[in-house]
């Protein structure tokens, strides 16, 4: 069994921020890369950010300069730092483990921006 586990979500200010944390755990190889989407309310699911296992980083251009994505390839996990928060970013974020031995999806986490 795989396990994906997404913390560090909640409520904050306009301009404040928050750090996601997402941790996979149990029979898993090979990750080729870890990253976060995000699911608003009648939106359709957007990728924010994705860091390979080789150290390559990519954004959505909506959050480029304000969230910065990074890895410990030893505890599997990744995190997703958020600055300069804005209320267009309020949404359930997910985090997706790409790996030979399978696609996962955790729970998600909810992050709110509103004063």
């Known amino acids: 069994q795989v396990r994906v586990v997404e913390s560090g979500g909640g409520l904050v200010q306009p301009g404040g921020s928050l750090r996601l944390s997402c941790a996979a755990s149990g029979r898993i190889f090979s990750i080729y890369h870890m990253g976060w989407s995000r699911q608003a309310p009648g939106k359709q699911r957007e990728l924010v950010a994705v860091?390979?296992?080789?150290?390559?980083?990519n954004y959505a251009d909506s959050v480029k300069g304000r969230f910065t994505i990074s890895r410990d390839n030893a505890e599997n996990t990744v995190y997703l730092q958020m600055n300069s928060l804005k209320p267009e970013d309020t949404a359930v974020y997910l985090c997706n483990v790409v790996s030979s031995s399978g696609d996962y999806w955790g729970q998600g986490t909810q992050v709110t921006v509103s004063s």
């Open positions: 860091a390979t296992w080789s150290g390559f980083t």
